[in-house]
């Protein structure tokens, strides 16, 4: 698996996890069909994106096959931005209150 | 330059210790044709900027005090006479799914050297990205028709016009550049450019389609279907 030779699976795999992706993506139009809701619906949602999210990162682009040091200075600087949803999540609420308190008519 | 002489068993030593050789010893850390390695570099940095509009819509959206507007009736569509809630956006997944599963192919054979399945492939990823494109400019039309404006909406919150032709848009803006790109890989593939210096290439045009089809899946989930 170096550069002389590119990535080489056999094609079996690919189909596979096409025929996966289209499960799951089927799943996930069904939460919002059968209007799941609450931390049911959310939870679903998240677990469907990020199987999906992952088998794309790992299979379609190979990434499960490249080596560390790649999987590393893709992966690390997610974690910028878990922080910046974090961060953002406590300042949107304290907005929400402000305008609650303030500007609700 | 000595240094940069690099023999494949360099990297043949796996895990941390491997990755350690890679950034420390005197050799080139990235054992991949330089493209590749751009390319990645250019998707972590577009990563970020697709996050920051996600992270901007969640902000807007916990912040709104009025009701955000029902996404999933929006989106419906009645087709026959029967009521589909979020049909179209479920169709325009699929595609891109579909797409993502041709552009995987489209490399495996590349490196096999089959060039006419390589052409057929990416061409039909073009084709099918090209045919989400349309699907996404008539949703938009559907969406201003009624009344949809980045400052107002006739359902609710008026942030969510401005959070949707924003990540919807730069989104769309993606997989028009996408086609473009992939239709002229595959020309160069149909003419035997790429016979000399390997079908690496094509294995970077497939990272950058991949990589749409990934943001896609979590515009999906928060945008679509929150």
């Given at each position: 698996?170096?550069?002389?030779?590119?990535?080489?699976?056999?094609?079996?795999?690919?189909?596979?996890?096409?025929?996966?992706?289209?499960?799951?993506?089927?799943?996930?139009?069904?939460?919002?069909?059968?209007?799941?809701?609450?931390?049911?619906?959310?939870?679903?949602?998240?677990?469907?994106?990020?199987?999906?999210?992952?088998?794309?990162?790992?299979?379609?682009?190979?990434?499960?096959?490249?080596?560390?040091?790649?999987?590393?200075?893709?992966?690390?600087?997610?974690?910028?931005?878990?922080?910046?949803?974090?961060?953002?999540?406590?300042?949107?609420?304290?907005?929400?209150?402000?305008?609650?308190?303030?500007?609700?008519? | 330059?000595?240094?940069?002489?690099?023999?494949?068993?360099?990297?043949?030593?796996?895990?941390?210790?491997?990755?350690?050789?890679?950034?420390?010893?005197?050799?080139?850390?990235?054992?991949?044709?330089?493209?590749?390695?751009?390319?990645?570099?250019?998707?972590?940095?577009?990563?970020?900027?697709?996050?920051?509009?996600?992270?901007?819509?969640?902000?807007?959206?916990?912040?709104?005090?009025?009701?955000?507007?029902?996404?999933?009736?929006?989106?419906?569509?009645?087709?026959?006479?029967?009521?589909?809630?979020?049909?179209?956006?479920?169709?325009?997944?699929?595609?891109?799914?579909?797409?993502?599963?041709?552009?995987?192919?489209?490399?495996?054979?590349?490196?096999r050297g089959d060039r006419r399945r390589t052409v057929m492939l990416i061409a039909?990823?073009?084709?099918?990205?090209?045919?989400?494109?349309?699907?996404?400019?008539?949703?938009?039309?559907?969406?201003?028709?009624?009344?949809?404006?980045?400052?107002?909406?006739?359902?609710?919150?008026?942030?969510?016009?401005?959070?949707?032709?924003?990540?919807?848009?730069?989104?769309?803006?993606?997989?028009?550049?996408?086609?473009?790109?992939?239709?002229i890989v595959a020309r160069k593939v149909a003419r035997g450019d790429y016979e000399?210096?390997?079908?690496?290439?094509?294995?970077?045009?497939?990272?950058?389609?991949?990589?749409?089809?990934?943001?896609?899946?979590?515009?999906?989930?928060?945008?679509?279907?929150?």
């Amino acid at each position: 698996m170096t550069s002389d030779t590119g990535q080489q699976h056999p094609i079996g795999i690919y189909l596979k996890i096409w025929l996966l992706l289209f499960v799951l993506s089927f799943f996930s139009y069904l939460v919002d069909y059968f209007h799941l809701e609450g931390m049911l619906r959310w939870s679903l949602i998240l677990t469907f994106m990020f199987l999906k999210a992952g088998l794309i990162i790992a299979i379609f682009m190979h990434l499960m096959w490249e080596r560390l040091s790649l999987q590393y200075v893709l992966l690390l600087p997610l974690l910028a931005i878990v922080a910046l949803v974090a961060l953002m999540a406590i300042e949107a609420d304290h907005t929400f209150l402000m305008r609650m308190q303030f500007l609700a008519t | 330059m000595d240094a940069g002489k690099i023999s494949s068993s360099d990297y043949e030593q796996p895990g941390v210790k491997g990755m350690v050789a890679d950034w420390a010893a005197d050799r080139q850390t990235f054992d991949m044709p330089w493209g590749k390695a751009m390319m990645w570099i250019f998707l972590l940095s577009d990563t970020f900027i697709f996050s920051i509009f996600l992270t901007g819509y969640m902000k807007v959206r916990m912040a709104a005090t009025e009701a955000w507007p029902p996404v999933s009736e929006v989106f419906a569509l009645t087709i026959g006479g029967v009521y589909m809630p979020l049909l179209l956006i479920a169709i325009m997944t699929f595609v891109l799914i579909t797409s993502s599963g041709t552009m995987a192919m489209a490399v495996n054979y590349a490196y096999r050297g089959d060039r006419r399945r390589t052409v057929m492939l990416i061409a039909a990823t073009a084709v099918l990205g090209a045919s989400f494109v349309g699907m996404q400019a008539f949703e938009w039309s559907k969406l201003i028709s009624e009344g949809v404006r980045p400052w107002a909406n006739p359902w609710g919150a008026e942030q969510f016009g401005a959070a949707f032709f924003m990540i919807t848009g730069f989104h769309g803006l993606h997989v028009s550049a996408g086609v473009i790109y992939l239709a002229i890989v595959a020309r160069k593939v149909a003419r035997g450019d790429y016979e000399k210096k390997g079908y690496a290439i094509v294995e970077i045009a497939g990272l950058y389609w991949h990589f749409v089809d990934l943001v896609w899946v979590f515009i999906f989930a928060f945008f679509y279907l929150w």
